[in-house]
């Protein structure tokens, strides 16, 4: 392999490995509906890579890119998605309550969905900032302009794809391993907390950054 595609690999590896929105899905849909719910949504969330390829491949990257408008506005709204999703789990940690493994696994509402698990991931990737900013800012560096724009970006998007799957599922296999202990009240509680104020820091953030 290249060094460029060596540089490429590196930074798509620690993008799928920083935790983000997408780590906090898989987690909780993992808790869930176990390891199956997670894995669906992983998968959801890696086709949205394909999506981002896409869109970057055909173009739009360079309107956002060179639009102070288009760009203010995917960040703002990127922002207002990441402080909602803070405010969704410190709203259940201010309820909090004890959620059982059994009830997890018995509650009609919530028992394993392949479509809902599938649709939230893809969602969840869809209108994550940190992926759309990555692939329409620094995608392009790695495409050869003698080469077709939207084949390079899938075939890099495909490498995103193997190392995100892989790294989600492995992670998704270990929260399905801890369902009983996360279900206990206290630590539910905690992880939401804690996942609220870092999600709302990142959009608060995001929202300050020029």
Request: with cysteine; charged share 10%.
């Amino acid at each position: 392999m290249t060094p460029q595609l060596w540089t490429y690999l590196v930074a798509i590896t620690l993008l799928t490995l920083t935790p983000g929105v997408d780590t906090m899905l898989i987690i909780r849909n993992t808790g869930r509906g176990g390891w199956r719910d997670g894995a669906v949504s992983s998968l959801g969330i890696c086709t949205g890579l394909l999506a981002h390829a896409t869109v970057s491949a055909l173009g739009i990257s360079v309107i956002l890119l060179h639009s102070a408008l288009a760009f203010s506005a995917l960040k703002l709204a990127g922002a207002a998605y990441r402080v909602w999703l803070g405010m969704v789990s410190l709203h259940h940690a201010w309820r909090g309550g004890k959620i059982s493994a059994a009830a997890l696994q018995n509650a009609p509402g919530l028992r394993f969905s392949a479509r809902r698990s599938l649709v939230e991931g893809f969602l969840s990737n869809i209108l994550n900032p940190k992926t759309v900013v990555f692939y329409m800012a620094f995608l392009p560096q790695f495409i050869d302009p003698a080469g077709s724009a939207l084949g390079q970006s899938l075939v890099l998007a495909g490498f995103h794809f193997a190392i995100a799957m892989v790294w989600q599922c492995f992670l998704a296999l270990l929260v399905g391993r801890a369902r009983t202990w996360l279900s206990h009240r206290a630590v539910h509680r905690t992880f939401d907390g804690l996942a609220g104020s870092i999600m709302m820091a990142l959009g608060i953030r995001l929202a300050l950054t020029r």
